[in-house]
């Protein structure tokens, strides 16, 4: 009878977890008609959703005092044409990612070490004028980075660069739609 030594087990591990990392991609939403599901973009081991932040619940449905994290929500998240809705052309036309109504996230099957995070906001004025942020979350929900945005700068680039280990969820403000969404994880060793 053969046996299989740790080493190789450890070694096939390795090898199926890089199998599905996630490679560097860049979301345009540009090769699907406005309109469509924002997942038919999305690179195997990222999933993109509505987001609400929210309390947890105990078992009689009550909400926890301070349990508040992001959450996954109801709906389908679109790519549609801004102008659509008076938000100016999408910054690479014809889509973009609608945020427009309420937060999305980029929920990642595996952690990764994001080394840079790129997106341009719509060619509009529209957003909230209060003090906004993507933000990056581990797997156990705690904030690891914040990067400030202004949604009322037409085409404004969000361009992260700093080191940020560990990333499950990436977090983009409502009141904007979203486009060239660039994520750069480091390689994998």
Known sequence: MKTTTPILLAA??????????????????DTQPSGSAANLFAPIGLDIRFGVYA???????????????????AGTVLAENPATYSYGAAPSPPNALNAKDQAVLLLFDAPLDVTQFHAVLDNSTFGNLGPQAVEFYDAADTLLHSTPIDETAPGYTISETAFIPGVSKIVLPNNAFYDNITVVPEPSA
């Open 12 to 29: 096939l591990a390795v090898s199926a977890a890089a199998a599905h990392a996630v490679q560097p991609f860049t979301l345009t939403f």
């Open 55 to 73: 309390p947890s619940q105990d078992a009689d449905g009550i909400d926890i005092p301070g349990s508040g994290h992001w959450q996954i929500d």
